[in-house]
């Protein structure tokens, strides 16, 4: 795999290599500066919609603050489906395979097994797949708590039934979860759900405000009504592996650190070198409790798409109420509901198999991007008998 600049840079030179190894350039880089300079373009329209937006949701907040309406412009905002693309998508002299093709020749990613012991959407990771998930994990956590100001929290993974509500899980989303028979337990879909219920009932001093919390947990989902969906790999899974950010913002404040939280998730693509694009979702798109929500979607060359990875949001004071979580602004005897914002930092498995399938090379292994290497201690996945 060639970086795109230096194809760019060398194109007369890349081509005579690929003669010089019998290839026929034309056919494997055939339209290339076309091609890369549509892509350019397109990046460079992605940015000024990107301007463009950032500039109307500046003038909510301002509008917000003062006190103003700003009902028309937030529609406004909310029905622009701006993609925003970041990074570079890696270029390849062979057909990229897709993850589940890959995690079962290096030997790392088992299907079968898993369906074998637990059915359908589940799945087994060996030797250095195993290791690949814990090493995200431990990055993104490290990146959040040490550079992001995160305060890292290991929640329960079964929550009470008034947790769940005070997220708005329940009661729309039951059939969407997992329950503990003869319990009012729930497996979380989530660590939104416990992170945002650690301060139900409770009363933050403003001076406080924001509080950011991060976590490492599994999620359970019964995937109810995606049958058929995604069926290939570990795209959709009833158990997958997620860090989660919450913040507790003050309202006047609350869609500055939307930003922020939803920057802090993208740093990790940036540092891993994925090439990723930003979506804002129209209202129509959105959870019921968002006002206000971005996608963040990585592009995935084996599959040839761009697959969400994170969704941030802005629930402003749609779970403090149900939740009934409160601050006291200084000076004042009566408390208000803090804004909370949440967002995945990131989903640990499609991450996994978002370094799978960029960071392939022609000989079937799996080269490590320099900010994992610490935490794996190799360079290369490479096949393994499991």
């Not at 055939?30 to 109307?56: C, M, P, S, V, Y």
């Not at 570079?88 to 088992?110: A, M």
């Amino acid at each position: 795999m060639l970086d795109l600049n230096y194809v760019r840079e060398h194109l007369p030179e890349v081509e005579e290599k690929l003669r010089q190894r019998g290839l026929n350039p034309e056919e494997l880089l055939g339209g290339f500066r076309d091609l890369d300079a549509r892509r350019r373009q397109a990046i460079t329209a992605a940015e000024t919609l990107k301007a463009e937006r950032n500039k109307k949701s500046e003038e909510v907040g301002r509008r917000k603050r003062a006190g103003e309406d700003a009902t028309a412009l937030m529609e406004e905002t909310k029905s622009l489906r701006e993609q925003g693309e970041r990074g570079t998508p890696p270029q390849f002299s062979f057909q990229p395979k897709p993850h589940w093709e890959l995690g079962e020749q290096l030997g790392v990613l088992d299907l079968e097994r898993a369906t074998k012991l637990s059915g359908a959407r589940f799945a087994v990771y060996w030797n250095l797949g195993a290791k690949l998930e814990r090493a995200l994990a431990n990055f993104m956590l490290d990146l959040h708590t040490e550079q992001h100001g995160y305060t890292e929290v290991l929640p329960p993974y079964a929550v009470n039934s008034a947790s769940m509500y005070g997220t708005g899980n329940l009661p729309k989303f039951a059939g969407d979860l997992f329950k503990l028979q003869e319990h009012d337990l729930w497996l979380i879909p989530t660590a939104e759900v416990p992170l945002t219920n650690l301060y139900r009932d409770e009363t933050l001093e403003e001076d406080g405000l924001p509080i950011s919390v991060t976590a490492y947990t599994p999620c359970f989902r019964s995937e109810a009504g995606s049958y058929g969906k995604d069926v290939r790999g570990i795209i959709r899974q009833h158990q997958f592996q997620k860090v989660e950010l919450v913040k507790f913002t003050h309202p006047d404040r609350s869609y500055d650190d939307h930003e922020k939280l939803t920057r802090d998730a993208e740093v990790v693509l940036q540092r891993l070198g994925l090439h990723y694009r930003v979506v804002t979702l129209c209202t129509g798109d959105m959870g019921f409790g968002s006002a206000k929500t971005y996608d963040i979607e990585v592009w995935l060359p084996g599959q040839n798409l761009f697959r969400e990875i994170s969704s941030c949001s802005n629930f402003e004071a749609f779970q403090a109420r149900r939740a009934n979580i409160r601050f006291r602004p200084a000076g004042k005897k009566k408390s208000e509901f803090v804004h909370t914002i949440n967002g995945s930092g990131l989903a640990v498995g499609r991450t996994w198999l978002a370094i799978l399938e960029n960071f392939q090379q022609a000989d079937g292994s799996v080269v490590i991007p320099e900010a994992l290497r610490p935490y794996m201690g190799t360079e290369r996945i490479v096949a393994c008998r499991k």
